[in-house]
């Protein structure tokens, strides 16, 4: 791709107001990972790429809808202001989970107390008062990001926060509200197929049930095995799609530790997949958790690595929107991000 074009990059700063002071993990209280300094970090990694930062323009609520269930939305729209009023603590996290094994059925209830367990999975995914604004910025940030595609941009890059790829149709979990790049290529498919190459250290469980039963995108992801790792249960090599969606979803799962070379290999793999899907838009759910000084990723990339998997990418030759997702080491975030950028373009 061009070096010489600036690469747009698309912000929107309502992402600060998803502050939360703590997390749980494991049951125990600590520092979220996911913080608003983790945009402060790659944005400086940026200094040195030339690059023009575009605004997220305000999108209604189609997008969101075609890939989100109209509760889940209203939920994180509203969820928190609810809970408060009930008598919820400043910080929402469920202590109760709804689950499709009771006898009655999984039905959502009615108290708002409630409510956070019927449509979170995980208690690592606190919401705040600014969340839900911080939610509806970062799926703004993707719609713009792809808008300047469907404009005939070569390449743009969504800096999105929170991430997304851990949300699915009707839930949210994984440090993720909206599932950011889910909304972006269901947006992107009345331009021809699309595939989402996912490399973030996690399995996007949210963006393989959205496009499950789908032909039109590929979900195409490298992550830690879910016998090791996050979210667990989602991920495993033999989750192919079902129905008319039946392989047009990949999944490589990978060991702790695995480095440059043992990566490269499997991600050259799976991009001959996408080569074969012959897609007219690539986007690249872009997570920098696989690095080896990342705090909650298992692997072992280096700064280098991911020059290489650029490069890799870049091979594809595709349109290309890169959605940020995760990455968790603050000192390197910047760096892996350029090193990245400069084997793309
Ligand atoms: C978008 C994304 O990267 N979401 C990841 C969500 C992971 N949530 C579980 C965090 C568990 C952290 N375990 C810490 C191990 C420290 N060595
Ligand atoms: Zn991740």
Redesign the pocket.
């Known amino acids: 791709m061009d070096r010489r074009t600036p690469l747009p990059v698309v912000v929107d700063d309502r992402h600060r107001r998803h502050d939360p002071p703590y997390?749980l993990?494991?049951g125990q209280p600590?520092r979220p990972?996911?913080r608003p300094e983790r945009i402060d970090a790659l944005r400086a990694g940026l200094a040195d790429v030339p690059h023009r930062l575009v605004q997220a323009v305000p999108h209604d609520d189609a997008a969101l809808l075609a890939v989100h269930d109209p509760g889940l939305v209203a939920f994180i729209d509203e969820g928190h202001a609810r809970w408060r009023e009930a008598g919820g603590p400043a910080v929402m996290i469920p202590d109760t989970f709804r689950s499709p094994r009771w006898a009655s059925g999984a039905r959502h209830g009615t108290a708002p107390l409630g409510a956070p367990g019927s449509w979170c999975f995980?208690t690592?995914?606190p919401v705040v008062a600014g969340s839900a604004a911080a939610a509806r910025a970062a799926v703004d940030v993707a719609l713009t990001a792809a808008d300047l595609l469907r404009d005939g941009a070569p390449i743009a890059y969504a800096l999105c926060r929170?991430?997304?790829?851990?949300s699915g149709p009707d839930y949210y979990?994984?440090?993720?509200l909206f599932n950011n790049v889910a909304v972006a290529a269901r947006s992107l498919t009345d331009g021809g197929r699309v595939a989402i190459l996912d490399i973030?250290?996690?399995h996007g469980n949210g963006t393989q049930d959205v496009f499950w039963r789908d032909s039109d995108v590929l979900y195409a992801s490298l992550h830690g095995d879910p016998g090791y790792a996050?979210?667990y249960f989602t991920g495993f090599g033999d989750e192919v799609g079902e129905g008319p969606g039946r392989g047009s979803t990949v999944n490589v799962a990978l060991g702790r530790d695995t480095d440059d070379e043992v990566y490269l290999r499997a991600l050259t793999a799976v991009c001959e997949r996408i080569e074969a899907w012959a897609p007219a838009t690539l986007i690249v759910s872009l997570?920098f958790?696989t690095a080896a000084a990342d705090?909650?990723?298992a692997f072992a990339l280096s700064t280098s690595g991911f020059h290489r998997i650029g490069r890799t990418i870049a091979a594809l030759d595709r349109p290309l929107l890169l959605v940020q997702?995760?990455?968790?080491d603050l000192d390197g975030l910047g760096t892996d991000l350029a090193s990245f950028l400069s084997g793309i373009r």
């Open positions: 997390e993990n494991a600590v990972w996911e995980d690592a995914t929170p991430p997304g790829h851990h979990g994984g440090f993720c973030d250290f996690h996050f979210p997570g958790d705090p909650i990723g997702e995760g990455g968790y």
